[in-house]
């Protein structure tokens, strides 16, 4: 079968679309037929090195790309329940250092890391959920916003931001989005009561929109202390990138790590989220989706297809 992998780090040339065998699920696990799997942000850092040079990913010969993966299984391991031939799935590959990821034929994945959706989901669509959706949605247990707080989102145009917008805004938060001027119309469609331009002054513009600041901010674009300063003294705020700002006036000040999360994830993809595809690739051109990516501009998430 093909695989993207990468055997040493770089530019998008590194990216090599090879022939590899194709898995076989262990105790505990399933093979999914990939239909689609998205590019995102940490594929970039992995073919780039940064991650290994951040301490994250030890060094290995073999790298495999990819954590997004809607499918469907073709092979079920040894001690799997409530998972068969033939089912339609969603899925978080989120171990970094394998040698085969999502990006490829197939991809085996521990059977907990996968959710069911139905026969006739839009698999391209789907394959944008599972990372980010996952990630806006750990990031808001630990912000632990109520109904009727304000809620401050960086990045809210961005795929994480996105998802955090609009699963705030359906648990009864008060979104306050920022983004680029443009972007305004897209994020007040996905639930946010309030919008600032990413130009402009963040804390200044949020206190005037919520008098003393909101009660907490999921930071998806590693603004640190502008948006720490938007928030008010004793609130919290949760990093997406894992550099949280230092916890000045008695914030709680966390990081969000992500992990995979089968059955929070069959919840995500029950709620009918909007996700949002840039654009369609074959699995061959994936250097090209890298090269579109570190350009910058999309909105959604460019989604590859054996």
């Known amino acids: ?52 040079a951040g301490g994250l990913l030890p060094k290995r010969e073999v790298i495999g790309i990819g954590w997004d993966v809607a499918g469907v299984i073709d092979e079920v391991g040894s001690q799997v329940a409530g998972f068969r031939r033939g089912d339609t799935v969603i899925g978080l590959s989120d171990r970094l250092a ?48 109520k109904p009727g707080d304000t809620l401050l989102v960086t990045g809210a145009a961005g795929a994480v931001g996105g998802y955090t917008v609009q699963l705030a805004a359906l648990a009864g938060v008060r979104v306050v989005a920022v983004a680029g001027a443009d972007d305004e119309e897209l994020v007040r469609g996905l639930g946010a009561e309030f919008f600032v331009p990413r130009s402009a002054d963040l804390p200044a513009a949020v206190r005037d929109l919520v008098p003393g600041g909101v009660h907490t901010a999921v930071d998806a674009a590693s603004v640190g202390m502008l948006a720490l300063d938007g928030v008010r003294s004793g609130g919290s705020l949760v990093s997406v990138l894992g550099n949280a700002p230092m916890p000045l006036r008695g914030i709680r000040v966390s990081n969000v790590w992500i992990r995979a999360d089968g059955p929070r994830l069959t919840e995500l993809a029950a709620v009918g989220l909007r996700c949002r595809v840039a654009d369609v690739l074959p699995l061959d051109e994936v250097a090209e989706a890298h090269r579109r990516l570190e350009a910058g501009g999309l909105r959604g998430r460019l989604v590859l297809v054996p």
């Open 98 to 145: 394998l040698p085969l990821k999502t990006q490829a034929e197939h991809v085996v994945l521990d059977a907990d890391a996968v959710a069911a959706v139905s026969a006739d989901t839009d698999l391209v669509a789907a394959a944008t959920l599972p990372l980010g959706g996952l990630t806006a949605a750990q990031a808001l247990d630990i912000a632990a916003a």
């Open 1 to 52: 079968m093909k695989a993207v992998i990468v055997r040493s780090f770089g530019g998008p040339e590194v990216l090599e679309v090879a022939e590899v065998p194709t898995p076989e699920p262990g105790p505990g696990q399933v093979r999914i037929r990939v239909a689609a799997a998205a590019v995102n942000p940490v594929d970039v850092q992995t073919r780039t090195g940064a991650l290994t």
